[in-house]
């Protein structure tokens, strides 16, 4: 069985407050959730490319309630009232397994947990709009699920997704069905809820990878110019609505009165517009988006949007644009419009500088020393993860044999970190994004690791380099760096098995000699 979702989130301060009023006004009857965990931060609605899976409806949950520091336990949903559950065009062809039933329990001064807390949820009311496929989050009895959530601590909550929903071929958008669902528990009062379950509009389309920008410094600012395709058969007849997101280090420009900004400097904006997307057709806005380099470190990044004909605004989205609205005019290009989402690559100036870490072989003849080499990271631009963080590669100096780069990695290792040259002289290659550097790996730091060196013979001038290579680093000036080798003879009883093996020959040789010569007397 998948593991379930845990919920962090805890009703206090504004949102324990508003449910105190409101408990008040209806005789403690009825709570409704989404204005409640919206004042306590909850957020209610998301968004999915082209298609809005939830909406901020909010659900009517009867529950029991308790004042808090009673003692008493009791439960809420924390359901959406409306939630789309796939796109009119997509019939039989659709699946959506991210319908979710959470469950909280009322937090309260000394509370026990909610034990042996089960939901039965009755999907009997999709018939018609909906298929229910099979699932191994609860137990199934035709339309009837059953979903053990276990014992669920004072404040805290879990939540399942107890239906894989199919489509139907045949519905048109807004046909919908009701889901039921009850949660009991052995000791707390049994509560219920719904949701309309709906069909959405079209699919609306975006053209895929937009022209990428290159060169972007911090403080400089680019755009792109959202496009859309109705490729179905049914028209937006809600209007349609964009959703666009960039990169950390990336901001939006809030220009428009009809978008919608999270937060004073928004990574997303969310705009409606009145346009019934027509079947068929291709529109742009008529205005650029505009976004700008706001992280100092930033070394790339991307803007990306998408459509929806289910105009749902997205939690979190509160500022709104303060110049004239975003529009949409129709083009004659759909054909090239074909995608769930546009996207942007955005490349910067900011580099990150990488320095040579090196050290002097020195030894005697027939030593194996310990040299630690690598690279230091002097930025000053960051990589997130997406970035290849580069390598360092090394050539030993004549006269020596590097004869193991050990590593250790998850309570292991290993005798190799570096990928070995495949002809004597080429050069040791490093790849610091491996696994292998893990734990000698530091960011904004030095990463280095030792190499095993055996002195074979003293060679004047010997040296050997370490290089550095990255494709952020527009310092090429220190990016190589030489290895010394200082060798000292070896010391004389490194000789003596030699001198001992010598003398013994010397001797063998002479007995050997004069057998022959008394034989030859004879």
């Not at 979702?5 to 407050?17: D, K, Y």
């Not at 040579?356 to 003849?365: D, I, K």
Request: proline share 8%.
């Amino acid at each position: 069985m998948s593991l379930p979702i845990r919920i962090l989130e805890r009703a206090t301060g504004p949102a324990a407050l508003l449910e105190a009023v409101f408990t008040a006004a209806v005789c403690r009857t009825v709570v409704f959730t989404a204005v409640l965990s919206a004042a306590a931060g909850f957020a209610p609605a998301v968004f999915a490319p082209a298609v809005f899976t939830t909406a901020v409806t909010p659900a009517v949950v009867p529950v029991a309630v308790a004042a808090e520091g009673s003692g008493r336990v009791t439960m809420r949903f924390e359901t959406v009232g409306t939630y789309v559950m796939y796109s009119a065009d997509e019939g039989a062809g659709a699946t959506n397994d991210g319908f979710v039933v959470p469950v909280h329990v009322q937090p309260s001064r000394g509370g026990e947990p909610a034990r042996n807390v089960r939901v039965v949820v009755d999907a009997s009311g999709l018939a018609g709009v909906a298929r229910v496929g099979d699932t191994t989050m609860c137990e199934a009895e035709g339309p009837v699920f059953t979903c053990a959530y276990g014992d669920l601590q004072n404040g805290d909550g879990e939540s399942y997704s107890p239906l894989s929903l199919r489509g139907v071929d045949g519905v048109e958008p807004g046909d919908s069905g009701t889901v039921t669902y009850t949660a009991t528990a052995d000791n707390a009062p049994a509560v219920t809820g719904t949701t309309r379950m709906t069909v959405g509009g079209p699919r609306l389309s975006a053209p895929g990878q937009e022209k990428n920008v290159s060169g972007l410094a911090p403080g400089k600012s680019a755009n792109v110019t959202a496009r859309l395709a109705n490729h179905t058969r049914f028209p937006a007849s809600q209007g349609v609505a964009l959703q666009v997101d960039a990169s950390e280090g990336l901001t939006l420009s809030a220009l428009h009165s009809n978008c919608f900004y999270a937060g004073p400097a928004p990574t997303s904006a969310w705009c409606t517009f009145p346009t019934k997307a027509a079947p068929g057709a291709a529109y742009a806005a008529d205005a650029p988006l505009v976004y700008t380099v706001t992280g100092p470190r930033t070394l790339t990044g991307e803007v990306t949007y998408a459509w929806s004909s289910a105009p749902s605004r997205p939690a979190g989205h509160t500022v709104r644009g303060v110049g004239p609205p975003l529009g949409l005019v129709r083009t004659s290009a759909a054909r090239d419009i074909g995608d769930s989402e546009g996207k942007a690559a955005v490349s910067t100036t900011v580099q990150v500088d990488y320095r040579p870490v090196t050290a002097t072989v020195r030894g005697r003849v027939g030593d194996t020393v310990h040299v630690r080499l690598g690279l230091e990271d002097l930025g000053p631009g960051r990589m997130t993860g997406d970035e290849e963080p580069g390598r360092f590669e090394v050539v030993p100096p004549e006269g020596t044999t590097v004869t193991s780069v050990p590593y250790r990695f998850e309570e292991d290792g290993g005798k190799w970190a570096c990928e070995r040259p495949e002809r004597p002289g080429g050069a040791f290659v490093c790849d610091i994004g491996r696994d292998r550097f893990f734990e000698v790996r530091h960011e904004g730091g030095t990463t280095a690791i030792d190499f095993h060196i055996r002195i074979d013979r003293q060679v004047a001038g010997a040296q050997g380099t370490v290089r550095t290579v990255n494709a952020y680093d527009r310092t090429p000036a220190n990016d190589v760096a030489v290895i010394p080798l200082d060798a000292s003879p070896a010391p004389p009883y490194r000789y003596a098995w030699a001198w001992a093996a010598g003398v013994l020959a010397v001797v063998l040789l002479a007995v050997v000699y004069r057998r022959r010569r008394r034989r030859s007397a004879v």
